[in-house]
């Protein structure tokens, strides 16, 4: 008898002491999911928590709830049932034209108006629909390829925006020391902001005595950041790259001085440039990408 009222006494403390798991079903564990991903690089063609695109990111974030989609946005955007924009729920998957030639981008609503999406400039991060300078024009549509059970979504204010490392001129001069193995021929800096004491002086003026970086001004300007037009001629010059294969960039002029440097990038499979068809002339670049262009430099 007492073994009995033992064994009830445990079972009783054992299903009281222990919450319920989340429903697999619940859209507030799918923006859990999704949210637990921003800051996420963009990665043209990947899946994995190391770096998305778009529609790897949906699926990848769907997949963890359980829920099969196929690969592609067009894909995506076939399955499911379609969903006017007033009718949007949290959980749907919304679409966008940013190339002018269809859709090109996704993401999932989370409600209020925002969606969450691996965005080719920063990564995984929350926008608006709605907003004037960029999504609201270029929204294309919704499916709902999963009808969550009604519920309540607590609003969330959005988490901190994770800073984005750039890399600088200093790091990507060292980097390309130790890739190339140069080593400096001049016993002096050129610079006035390198002296002696930099912590970076000897690779910075290994890559000055190269031929491979120049200054302004008299200056390196070490902790400066560099645009992906820039970087794409420091590399080729740097690797001594030859050959082009004619890109369709959409933010590139045939006419602008870094086409040709890009258009080598590309040969060699260096570069694929953003999901959006956009190169990104202008964005500085981040320190994942650019150990992403030396990997395949490798």
């Known amino acids: 008898m007492k073994r009995l009222l033992f064994m009830v006494l445990a079972s009783l403390l054992i299903s009281t002491s222990i919450p319920p798991m989340a429903s697999a079903d619940s ?11 921003i ?3 963009y990665s043209y063609g990947g899946t994995t928590s190391s770096g998305f695109d778009c529609s790897g990111y949906t699926q990848h974030v769907f997949k963890q709830s359980g829920i099969s989609i196929p690969r592609t946005t067009g894909q995506q955007i076939a399955i499911g049932t379609a969903v006017s924009k007033s009718n949007l729920k949290t959980g749907d998957i919304v679409f966008f034209n940013t190339s002018g030639k269809g859709v090109s981008h996704n993401g999932i609503y989370i409600g209020s108006g925002k969606f969450i999406h691996s965005s080719s400039s920063q ?12 999504w609201g024009s270029r929204y294309i549509g919704a499916r709902r390829v999963k009808d969550f059970t009604p519920e309540t979504l607590v609003a969330k204010a959005d988490p901190a925006p994770i800073a984005i490392k750039y890399a600088t001129r200093a790091e990507i001069a060292k980097t390309l020391v130790a890739e190339l193995g140069l080593e400096k021929t001049s016993t002096r800096s050129d610079f006035s902001d390198v002296p002696a004491d930099h912590p970076n002086f000897n690779a910075i003026v290994a890559v000055a005595d190269a031929g491979i970086f120049s200054g302004y001004d008299g200056k390196f300007n070490p902790n400066g950041e560099m645009t992906r037009a820039q970087l794409a001629k420091v590399l080729v010059e740097a690797f001594g790259l030859e050959g082009a294969t004619q890109t369709s960039f959409t933010d590139v002029p045939k006419e602008h001085w870094a086409n040709d440097y890009i258009n ?4 060699h499979g260096i570069t694929t440039g953003y999901g959006d068809g ?20 490798n």
């Open 278 to 297: 956009t190169y990104g002339l202008h964005d500085k670049v981040t320190a994942h990408q650019f150990k992403t262009f030396i990997d395949r430099l």
């Open 123 to 134: 990564g995984v991060m929350i926008s608006s629909i709605n907003d004037p300078a960029y």
């Open 264 to 267: 080598t990038l590309y040969h």
């Open 39 to 41: 800051g996420t690089p």
């Open 27 to 37: 859209s507030t564990d799918l923006v859990n999911t999704a949210r637990s991903y």
